[in-house]
C-alpha cells in the first residue's frame, strides 16, 4: 500500500507537467465473469468453514457493474486510475454460512500502465481491494455500520490485472473504449468473531465512452 502511494505521488505529478500528455477520462460498464474459488471462514470458537465458492455477480442490477478511469498518455505509454466496481454473491451458501456477499463493492482500485501499438492497447495494474463484506455466519449477522468511516468498507488486500483494449473514435476527442481484462484479487473481510478469506478471479468485458480534454490527441 505505501509502495502504491509512492509511486501515485512521483508518476501523475510527472504527467502534469509534460506538455505533451493527453488527458482522457472514460466509463464502461459491461459484463464480468467470477470464476469458482475457494473460501475460507474463521470464527472464534469453532472449526474453520471451507468452500469452493461459487459466486453470481449481478452485473445490471442496482448499482451496476461498471469501471471508471483517468488518465494520460505520452505517445506510446501512459497511466491510469481505474476504480472497478465489482459484486460477488455466494450461490452454495449452506447452513453455516448462510450469507456471504461483497456486493456494494468488492471494488478493485489499481493504478495501469498503459501501451499503446498498432490498433490494440494493453495495460497492466495493481492495486487495492476497497471490499464491503455483508454475511451471517452460524446466525450470526455482520454489523455494516463498521469499517472505514462507520459506512462498512474496509481495506481487504491486493489486486492485479492485465488486459487489451481498442480506442474506437467518433470525434477527435469522444471515442469508444471496447476493453477485455482478467483479475485477480485476495481480501480479508470480516464476519462475526472473525475472518473470511475471499479470493476473486475474474473476466471482464466492457464497453463504453471516453474523452481527452487536454493535450493532443494520438
Known amino acids: 500500500m505505501k509502495r502504491l502511494i509512492t509511486v501515485l505521488l512521483f508518476v501523475l505529478p510527472a504527467g502534469i507537467v509534460c506538455g505533451q500528455n493527453n488527458w482522457y477520462i472514460n466509463f464502461t460498464p459491461g459484463l464480468d465473469i467470477v470464476m469458482p ?33 483517468l488518465g494520460f498518455t505520452n505517445e506510446n505509454n501512459g497511466y491510469e486510475l481505474e476504480m472497478n466496481h465489482l459484486k460477488v454473491h455466494l450461490q452454495n451458501t449452506t447452513g453455516e454460512v448462510s450469507e456471504f456477499s461483497i456486493s456494494h463493492g468488492y471494488n478493485q482500485l489499481f493504478l ?10 494493453s495495460k497492466i495494474g495493481v492495486g487495492i481491494v476497497l ?41 477527435k476527442r469522444f471515442y469508444l473504449l471496447a476493453e477485455c481484462r482478467a483479475s485477480l484479487a485476495y481480501a480479508n473481510v ?20 471516453g474523452f481527452y480534454w487536454y493535450g493532443r490527441t494520438r
Do not use: C
Open 37 to 69: 474459488a475457494p473460501l475460507i471462514v474463521r470464527q472464534s470458537g469453532y472449526k474453520n468453514i471451507t468452500i469452493w465458492a461459487k459466486y453470481k455477480s449481478s452485473p445490471f442490477k442496482m448499482p451496476v457493474y461498471y469501471s471508471y478511469r
Open 112 to 121: 495501469n500502465r498503459t501501451r499503446y501499438g498498432g490498433s490494440l492497447g
Open 131 to 171: 471490499a464491503h463484506p455483508e454475511n451471517t455466519v452460524r446466525g450470526l449477522k455482520l454489523n455494516e455500520k463498521q469499517g472505514l468511516f462507520n459506512k462498512g468498507y474496509y481495506i481487504a488486500g491486493p489486486a492485479v490485472q492485465y488486459g487489451i483494449f481498442k480506442e474506437i473514435f467518433i470525434t
Open 190 to 209: 470480516p464476519v462475526v468473531n472473525g475472518r473470511a478469506d475471499a479470493p476473486v478471479f475474474a473476466f471482464h468485458i466492457q464497453l463504453g465512452p
